[in-house]
């Protein structure tokens, strides 16, 4: 299947600072990716859509000016978690579905973990 | 009422046992059906798409029921390494919705 991969996996970082985490696709393209956040024993959840050479859609309730996205090309999306706080400690992934169209088999990154101090 | 829904479990079946999971829709567009499992602190992988045709994979069986608006994934001959999280996945005009999930451990 469709390969996609993020980086760092893992992250520990003080309050305030920034994290920028990266999403790639390496063997397909994808005009859309998604990204999720994932607090401990729950449940997936979407904060927002990406889109090459548009600006992301965001989630009710997300912030977009914390949480910044840019879909550079057609491979890569990042996600820039800005002024990071204890409370935005989580498992971060992204997926991109094979096809390009959303409604496509989504295929997942290993996700990022991270740890706010 | 929440698009998507799963029974959260957990499901505590013995080993080689057959267990069955639904999860129901409420938006009657919803256009794609997926089934994933994850493991802990692991991201989701596919288990299998599912059509109203019914699809089987080795141990696996997945159907979808668009009259009732539900998803079923049926698991036989259950192994310990099936214990995990299952994801049930719709889409719809483009955004991707997940059920919370069921648990299922296989006991030894």
């Known amino acids: 299947g469709a390969v996609v991969s993020q980086h760092p996996s893992w992250v520990i970082c003080k309050s305030g600072t920034s994290v920028k985490i990266e999403c790639r696709s390496l063997d397909f393209q994808a005009t859309t990716m998604f990204w999720y956040r994932q607090f401990p024993k729950q449940s997936l959840m979407l904060m927002a859509t990406?889109?090459?050479?548009?600006?992301?859609?965001?989630e009710q309730g997300v912030e977009k000016d914390k949480f910044l996205i840019n879909h550079a090309s057609l491979t890569l999306s990042t996600l820039t978690v800005t002024s990071a706080h204890p409370e935005d400690s989580s498992f971060y992934i992204c997926?991109?579905?094979?096809?390009?169209?959303?409604?496509?088999?989504?295929?997942f990154g290993p996700g990022t973990r991270l740890t706010v101090l | 009422r929440k698009e998507v829904e799963q029974d959260p479990g957990p499901f505590n079946v013995p080993e080689g046992a057959t267990v069955a999971f639904n999860c129901t829709y409420s938006n009657s567009a919803s256009q794609s059906f997926f089934w994933y499992r994850q493991d802990c602190r692991k991201e989701p992988k596919l288990l299998m798409s599912?059509?109203?045709s019914g699809n089987e994979d080795g141990r696996f069986t997945a159907q979808l029921n668009r009259a009732s608006q539900y998803i079923s994934l049926l698991i036989r001959d259950s192994k310990l390494s099936d214990s995990a999280t299952y994801l049930c996945v719709v889409n719809r005009d483009d955004k991707i919705i997940f059920g919370k999930g069921t648990r299922l451990h296989i006991l030894p």
């Open positions: 997926s991109a579905p094979s096809g390009g169209q959303g409604t496509d088999t989504q295929y």
């Open positions: 599912v059509y109203s």
């Open positions: 990406s889109n090459e050479g548009s600006k992301a859609t965001y």
